[in-house]
């Protein structure tokens, strides 16, 4: 807590009232620490940090030409990204920490779909109309990022979902695409595969109760 309270002081004074946030801001850097880089979005930008003590890790960005801040702060997202961390806002602040973290102690809940820019973290619950949010979850589990989280919610058929905003609006596109009406074809072959799949489980369970060693239903035990 002390490494954080120090950390948020010294950005503070660096970025007083008397500064002014400029149009556009030159943000190219060659390997560059990401403190260093939050450093400079935050003189520029008057913007106030709280930086979690273990943000380590470097990266590099190419900008030719000066752009505005609103995009530097995209880029400054986008190389926190790359790194495992994320920003989220809490009150006047602006908090780095471990995306993880994050996702799980500050991270917004959004009604409406978020911009996709500025990559961040964020959560949308996502009630399905016709689909089964069981079903939904498992064809679509595989989508989250390292980051993020699928959960189904069956008692209001939702899924819920953190993630980067890019990804996010790449599993809703999913979702509705897939939260759509069965047709009679398709609700029929659903039913005979389940079928399939309980007449294979109720021969391996007769198997598994007729094997020697194994208590079961069957003559064996008696």
């Known amino acids: ?100 973290n994050i996702q799980r102690d500050s991270i917004p809940l959004y009604k409406e779909l978020p911009a996709l820019k500025p990559t961040r973290m964020a959560t949308m619950m996502f009630e399905l109309k016709h689909a089964d949010a069981h079903e939904i979850n498992k064809r679509l589990r595989v989508l989250p990022s390292k980051d993020g989280e699928m959960t189904p919610y069956e008692p209001t058929n939702t899924i819920i979902v953190s993630d980067w905003t890019p990804n996010l609006i790449r599993i809703h596109q999913m979702i509705q695409e897939l939260d759509k009406p069965e047709t009679k074809e398709f609700t029929a072959r659903r039913e005979e595969t389940r079928k399939n799949e309980a007449a294979i489980n109720g021969r391996f369970d007769v198997k598994r109760a007729e094997a020697p060693g194994i208590r079961g239903s069957s003559k064996h035990s008696q």
């Open 1 to 100: 807590v002390e490494g954080l309270s120090a950390i948020a002081l010294a950005l503070t004074l660096l970025v007083s009232p008397s500064a002014r946030a400029e149009a556009s801001i030159k943000f190219s850097f060659n390997d560059g620490d990401l403190r260093q880089m939050i450093e400079v979005y935050a003189k520029a930008s008057g913007k106030k940090f709280l930086v979690d003590p273990g943000v380590r890790g470097k990266a590099t960005l190419y900008t030719p030409e000066a752009v505005p801040l609103d995009e530097a702060f995209n880029l400054l997202s986008n190389a926190l990204q790359a790194n495992g961390y994320a920003i989220t806002a809490r009150e006047d602040l602006l908090v780095v920490g471990s995306a993880r």
